[in-house]
């Protein structure tokens, strides 16, 4: 079992970054995939990005290619979103999942433990 606690979420301007951190306890992040969801207020929970456990070449939704950057840190247990030139489309609440056992990570009902959180707003 693992627990999952985001942070680093705040209001940004368009263009502006944030880096978010999911500091992992009880298992290291090595052990699993890690991915990033987000989810708007009146959206479906959408797959960002992942970081695969026995593949360390990370994939990304169409929508942020290019602009963000998943990366893990096994000394710190700790998973990182780095997100660059935001829009405000990227408003929404991003949350970082662990699966022991993963097909393509970019599924949400593949994930087995989840973070509460963090809210990103962009302003326009």
């Known amino acids: 079992q693992v627990q999952l606690v985001e942070s680093g979420g705040g209001l940004v301007q368009a263009g502006g970054s944030l880096r978010l951190s999911c500091a992992a306890s009880?298992?290291?992040?090595?052990?699993?995939?890690m991915g990033w969801f987000r989810q708007a207020p009146t959206s479906e929970r959408e797959f960002v990005a992942v970081?695969?456990?026995?593949?360390?070449?990370?994939k990304y939704a169409d929508s942020v290619k290019g602009r963000f950057i998943i990366s893990r840190d096994d000394a710190k247990n700790t998973v990182y979103l780095q997100m660059n030139s935001l829009k405000p489309e990227d408003t929404a609440v991003y949350y970082c999942?662990?699966?022991?056992?993963?097909?393509?990570?970019?599924?949400?009902?593949?994930?087995?433990?989840w973070g509460q959180g963090t809210q990103v707003t962009v302003s326009s």
């Open positions: 999942a662990a699966a022991a056992l993963a097909l393509s990570g970019t599924d949400w009902g593949q994930y087995d433990y």
């Open positions: 970081i695969r456990r026995t593949y360390g070449i990370p």
């Open positions: 009880g298992r290291t992040v090595s052990s699993y995939t």
